[in-house]
């Protein structure tokens, strides 16, 4: 379903523990991104990948780490979760100019930091 | 750098009725406005765009329109369904490379 999944669908974990969250496609494409989505605040990005090993941050980064070492994964480090971080995060997919041709998306991480 | 503004957050209307949305950004080099239905618990999924070349466009009962001058989209629903309800999310486009995206309307449409 749409060449994207993340991993894992839920999760609930404690305050101060790392956490990484997985976002797989088979579509070949080259920009990979990652959302929080928040009551009040619609999807703010963390980090984006224009191609392997090239990753920027977004505008809410503090505290996130990316990596892509392989076109088809990208990964999304909380380093020490914290409360704040409850949220639910979406990966997204771009062929390329994603100005031009928009975003496909995963079905969602809901994650709770307790 | 640049900033969406969606109104209103909240739309109830009347199955039959018309819903407009709207959004305004701040870069004046932004040429692509997506706009998204999110689902309750599914992905936000495109339902139209539309280019800074483009004024009006349409797709069924759904159209958007874009005014560049002012810097402001709109998204229109006409003959509005039970289905149609769901958050509604704007988008522009920031560089080449990214989205950015409006907070949401939830549009509620009632039998």
């Known amino acids: 379903d749409a060449g994207i999944t993340q991993s894992p669908r839920h999760k609930v974990t404690e305050t101060g523990t790392p956490v990484t969250l997985r976002c797989h496609q088979t579509?070949?494409?080259?920009?990979m991104y990652w959302y929080r989505q928040d009551p009040g605040h619609g999807l703010r990005l963390i980090h984006y990948?224009?191609?392997?090993?090239?990753?920027d941050k977004g505008e809410v980064s503090d505290g996130y780490s990316v990596s892509r070492s392989k076109t088809e994964d990208f990964l999304l480090t909380l380093e020490s979760a914290t409360s704040s971080q409850t949220s639910v995060y979406f990966c997204?997919?771009?062929?390329?100019?994603?100005?031009?041709?928009?975003?496909?998306f995963g079905s969602g991480t809901r994650l709770t930091v307790v | 750098g640049e900033n969406v503004e969606q109104h209103p957050s909240t739309l109830s209307v009347q199955e039959g009725d018309s819903a407009v949305i709207k959004c305004t950004y701040s870069?004046?080099?932004?040429?692509?406005f997506p706009w998204y239905k999110q689902e309750l618990g599914k992905r936000p999924q495109l339902i139209i765009d539309?280019?800074?070349?483009?004024g009006e466009k349409k797709d069924q009962r759904i159209a958007v329109t874009l005014n560049k001058t002012a810097k402001h989209f709109s998204l229109h629903i006409t003959e509005t369904q039970p289905e149609d309800s769901a958050v509604y999310f704007c988008?522009?486009?920031?560089?080449?490379?990214?989205?950015?995206f409006g907070t949401g309307t939830r549009l509620l449409v009632s039998p």
């Open positions: 997204a997919i771009s062929e390329s100019k994603p100005a031009a041709y928009g975003y496909t």
């Open positions: 579509e070949n494409h080259r920009y």
């Open positions: 990948s224009y191609g392997v090993k090239d990753t």
């Open positions: 870069d004046s080099a932004s040429n692509y």
């Open positions: 539309i280019r800074s070349n483009v």
């Open positions: 988008a522009a486009s920031m560089g080449f490379q990214k989205l950015v």
